[in-house]
Antibody
Framework: QVHLVQSGSEVKRPGASVKVSCQAS????????ISWVRQAPGQGLEWLGW????????SYAQRFRDRVTMTTDTYTTTAYMELRSLRFDDTAIYYC?????????????WGQGTLVIVSS | DIQMTQSPSSLSASVGDRITITCQAN??????LNWYQQRPGKAPRLLIY???NLAVGVPSRFSGRGSGTDFTFTISSLQPEDIATYYC?????????FGGGTQVEIK
């Protein structure tokens, strides 16, 4: 069965960077993409962007475009999301979700989430 | 960005009740609308995709309908395990956007 397993919690200082991983198993990694969605404490869901494991294409939400990078490693079937210049309001749970390979539609499997805390 | 407005923001109902949540887009999104369930402390779970299609393994008491700007999500007979927050999500136009969520509680 499909599993997405994310890296562990992180505590970072303002201005630092964080890189969250999402290791996929149970399906052909290059047949899909991975989206990243975050949830601030007590808040709703916010999409950060998507990367295709099929062809390497990516698309980012405008508000994150200058400080986020999403990549995939097809050898380890792992997707990565790096967020730079962290701010206090980046404190959130970050989820990866499996997406279509060439377009973003629905997210049919999700990782367990990675808590990122930005604190001085 | 496309704005998704969900209502109500919360509701309380009895086991066995039929409940309906609405989601309105501020522009036509055809049927490019999905619904998710998020239980407390858990990741979201896909329930409905393309407005009305039941995801794999999802019980048939869940359903969705609508197109254009107005959508509904229904639980035909509320069960204790349905305690969760429900979100709609559009993918007509990037960025993908979510509704604000509807928290469902048992009376």
């Amino acid at each position: 069965q499909v599993h997405l397993v994310q890296s562990g919690s992180e505590v970072k200082r303002p201005g630092a960077s964080v890189k969250v991983s999402c290791q996929a198993s149970g399906y052909t990694f290059t047949d899909f993409g991975i989206s990243w969605v975050r949830q601030a404490p007590g808040q709703g869901l916010e999409w950060l962007g998507w990367v295709s494991a099929y062809n390497g294409d990516s698309s980012y939400a405008q508000r994150f475009r200058d400080r986020v990078t999403m990549t995939t490693d097809t050898y380890t079937t792992t997707a990565y999301m790096e967020l730079r210049s962290l701010r206090f309001d980046d404190t959130a749970i970050y989820y990866c979700g499996r997406s279509e390979p060439t377009v973003v539609t629905h997210f049919d499997h999700w990782g367990q989430g990675t808590l990122v805390i930005v604190s001085s | 960005d496309i704005q998704m407005t969900q209502s109500p923001s919360s509701l309380s109902a009895s086991v066995g009740d039929r409940i309906t949540i609405t989601c309105q887009a501020n522009q036509d999104i055809s049927n490019y609308l999905n619904w998710y369930q998020q239980r407390p402390g858990k990741a979201p779970r896909l329930l409905i995709y393309d407005a009305s299609n039941l995801a794999v393994g999802v019980p048939s008491r869940f359903s969705g309908r609508g197109s254009g700007t107005d959508f509904t999500f229904t639980i035909s007979s509320l069960q204790p395990e349905d305690i969760a927050t429900y979100y709609c999500q559009q993918y007509d136009t990037l960025p993908v956007t979510f509704g604000g969520g509807t928290q469902v509680e048992i009376k």
